[in-house]
């Protein structure tokens, strides 16, 4: 049974910084790109950030560049997200998705954790 579990989220003040983890299980961890997507209060899901296989190819969200960094660790089966000079507009839901390829689209994902809520407060 596959499992992607989230953790790290949590409450942190404008400009502060928080790192979300993704712990997996039951699939080949290294052959998955890796996503991160989020979903504010009555907003769609969106895209923030992805890694490809061995880590190499990051894509990022305009709206995220320069202030996330997505990672990954294959011996552990565990992806990050480094999430810098949060701003209020950054609270939402953070969920991990995996999918074998590199994508921005949720319908996309063939696996997805339950989400971890971060809340920035301004």
């Known amino acids: 049974q596959v499992q992607l579990v989230e953790s790290g989220g949590g409450l942190v003040q404008a400009g502060g910084s928080l790192r979300l983890s993704c712990a997996t299980s039951?699939?080949?961890?290294?052959?998955?790109?890796m996503h991160w997507f989020r979903q504010a209060p009555g907003k769609e899901r969106e895209f923030v950030t992805a890694?490809?296989?061995?880590?190499?190819?990051?894509y990022y969200a305009n709206s995220v560049k320069g202030r996330f960094t997505i990672s990954r660790d294959n011996a552990k089966n565990t992806v990050y997200l480094q999430m810098n000079s949060l701003k209020s507009e950054d609270t939402a839901v953070y969920y991990c998705?995996?999918?074998?390829?590199?994508?921005?689209?949720?319908?996309?994902?063939?696996?997805w954790g339950k989400g971890t809520l971060v809340t920035v407060s301004s």
């Open positions: 998705a995996a999918d074998h390829n590199l994508s921005r689209i949720p319908n996309d994902m063939d696996y």
């Open positions: 890694i490809g296989w061995s880590g190499g190819n990051t």
């Open positions: 039951g699939l080949t961890f290294s052959s998955y790109a």
